[in-house]
């Protein structure tokens, strides 16, 4: 109760939720600060900093103040997918080795920091900073230097796979495209 950077921190995020229940689609973006400032800061308590304009620290309350309901469930489905996609092209990667450029840990490791952004945003206010996006973009290169090495190789999408009674893992490896193109070269190679 003493601590002001704490108290500050839940008088933004309860003017958060205020801002979205007030306007669900929210206040604008950008916003925060003015809308708190001029209508959601509550009457001083006395305490250093109660009369304030401050910031949300916090990506999903300023996400849900400045654009609402439909922001909040975008930034949380942004960051679900992400992961879920790295968590299927680390799959991939370690199912067929051969065929994707990637080693498994990319995209483990791709979590990784996604999940720390997700942590460190509940009390930091980044959302205009560019790392989801960095990590996004990393995870649609992923995605695409395994999938997209693998279905042309095998024929099966490694995402399905499972749905359709084929175990990645067991299925017969074929060869490398590389290797196959390799050998039809050869006998060009020694005349």
Do not use: C
Not at 13 to 21: K, L, P
Not at 30 to 41: I, K, L, V
Not at 183 to 190: D, E, F, T
Request: no cysteine.
């Amino acid at each position: 109760e003493s601590d002001t950077s704490a108290q500050g921190r839940l008088r933004a995020w309860r003017a958060a939720v205020s801002m979205a229940i007030d306007y669900p689609l929210g206040v604008g973006a950008g916003s925060f600060n003015s809308a708190y400032g001029r209508f959601y800061m509550p009457l001083s308590d006395g305490s250093y900093g109660a009369q304030r304009w401050i910031s949300a620290h916090s990506i999903y309350f300023k996400v849900l103040g400045e654009a609402g309901f439909p922001g909040l469930v975008l930034l949380l489905a942004i960051i679900a997918t992400n992961f879920r996609e790295n968590v299927r092209s680390y799959r991939a990667a370690s199912a067929h080795p051969d065929l994707v450029e990637i080693e498994d840990r990319w995209p483990a490791t791709l979590n990784f920091g996604l999940a720390g952004y997700a942590i460190a945003g509940t009390f930091l206010g980044g959302i205009a900073y560019p790392h989801l996006y960095l990590v996004s973009a990393l995870a649609v290169s992923a995605r695409n230097m395994t999938s997209s090495r693998i279905v042309p190789a095998t024929g099966r999408d490694p995402r399905t796979a499972s749905r359709h009674g084929l175990d990645p893992r067991t299925a017969p490896r074929p060869a490398h495209p590389l290797a196959i193109a390799r050998s039809q070269l050869r006998p060009y190679a020694q005349r």
